[in-house]
């Protein structure tokens, strides 16, 4: 199974604000044994949130997404997962309930009486407002739910709030409860070394000959003109299944030595069980 991320709000597009889901999200993955394999990001916009929705409702993938599913004017994620859904928005029950139970907790903390029939809460009742169909993220943050839908496709999609104080535990959360099968698997791994003294351009065919031979193993090629220990070089490297991986990179080593280049220390990375 793929793991996708979208990442929602105009604050991060216009600098306002660092994404750090990105980072997260993939130290949760790797922790895991799993590996993250797209991100997108997007603005405050209902017809790009939707059409980002409803391509991951149909990939088949697990997507995380983060923000704007609070119930201010500029939140539109809620109302976009259903429009991709095709179905209506409706107050989940458990949902309804868990903000009860916040707001009853809110108001004994400010030693007032709890009215849940004042403007404000009946407002917030609407941050429980779903998709049909939509099941409950837990938050231990403040108890005000995130959700999952899932496509016909089989896509799931999970919605959770962009501050990360609540974002990363549920999560964590989502990746051990529906994912624990997947983990542990060990089924990414990397392989790379130091090139010295060459020209991308000269390793393009070996790159692209271990491609066409090792079915599922990527190669890649990470140039750097400045490196503050190997100075300007080329990390060269294939990553994929692990055992695809070993016999892919014996056969890169291999090419590398008919080409003009001095070859530096290696690389080994394999995502933890």
Not at 60 to 66: D, E, I, P
Not at 131 to 136: D, K, L, Q, S, T
Request: charged residues 20%; glycine residues 10%; negative net charge.
């Amino acid at each position: 199974m793929d793991f996708g991320l979208i990442i929602i709000g105009d604050e991060i597009l216009s600098g306002k604000r660092q994404d750090k889901h990105l980072a997260k999200a993939i130290e949760l993955l790797g922790e895991r044994g799993l590996q993250l394999d797209w991100a997108r990001y997007v603005g405050d916009d209902r017809s790009l949130i939707t059409a980002e929705l409803r391509a991951a409702f149909a990939s088949g993938a697990a997507v995380f997404s983060c923000g704007g599913i609070g119930a201010t004017p500029d939140d539109h994620t809620r109302q976009c997962a259903a429009a991709a859904l095709d179905v209506p928005l409706v107050l989940h029950d458990e949902a309804r309930e868990l903000i009860l139970q916040r707001m009853r907790d809110v108001a004994t903390e400010q030693g007032i009486a709890f009215d849940p029939d004042r403007d404000d809460n009946r407002h917030r009742l609407n941050m429980g407002v779903f998709p049909v169909g939509a099941r409950i993220i837990p938050n231990p943050y403040n108890k005000i739910p995130g959700f999952s839908c899932t496509g016909l496709a089989g896509g799931a999609v999970h919605f959770m709030p962009g501050f990360p104080v609540m974002a990363w535990p549920m999560m964590a959360w989502v990746l051990d409860g529906q994912y624990a099968a997947l983990q542990g698997q060990q089924r990414h791994s990397e392989r790379s070394v130091i090139v010295y003294g060459a020209m991308e351009a000269a390793l393009t065919q070996l790159m692209e000959d271990i491609e066409a031979r090792f079915i599922g193993v990527r190669v890649f090629s990470l140039p750097s003109v400045d490196h503050p220990v190997h100075g300007r070089h080329i990390e060269l490297g294939v990553k994929g299944e692990p055992v695809a991986v070993e016999a892919a990179y014996a056969d890169l080593r291999l090419g590398l030595n008919a080409v003009p280049a001095r070859l530096g220390p290696e690389l080994v990375r394999t995502t933890k069980s």
